[in-house]
């Protein structure tokens, strides 16, 4: 794997949870773990009308990239069964491991801060 993963996975964060782009989904994701990622994208972003992601870091071993992401948002719809408090909660801390083949993400695993985001929130 070149630098291309990494590529990939910046263009996952930048037009998926940024611009809004879910078709991308289906562009950067083999096509079985493209449902699974929409099953938790589209309900978060539904919840949080102005999110912004930024790439801390990417690390690449092989086939697995690893990234570190800040993540913001302002929470206006409903979020895990807590209706809009209208509140931001910034820079959110998430770590995410994706492994890729044939230049799409074939799985995704990671780590959110949730509690913190739920203090920011005041849902804590």
Do not use: N
């Not at 409903?78 to 809009?84: L, N, Q, R, S």
């Not at 509140?87 to 509690?115: K, P």
């Amino acid at each position: 794997m070149t630098s291309d993963a990494k590529d990939l996975v910046t263009r996952l964060v930048r037009e998926v949870m940024v611009e809004r782009r879910l078709e991308v989904v289906d562009e950067v994701y083999a096509p079985r773990p493209a449902r699974a990622a929409r099953r938790w994208i589209e309900p978060f972003l539904a919840s949080f009308s102005d999110v912004d992601m930024r790439v801390i870091r990417l690390v690449q071993e092989d086939d697995v990239v690893v990234g570190r992401f800040a993540c913001s948002g302002t929470h206006t719809g409903e979020w895990v069964g807590h209706p809009p408090t209208g509140r931001r909660f910034s820079d959110v801390a998430e770590v995410y491991f994706f492994r890729l083949s044939d230049g799409r993400i074939t799985s995704a695993w990671g780590l959110e801060d949730t509690a913190e985001r739920l203090r920011q929130l005041g849902l804590a």
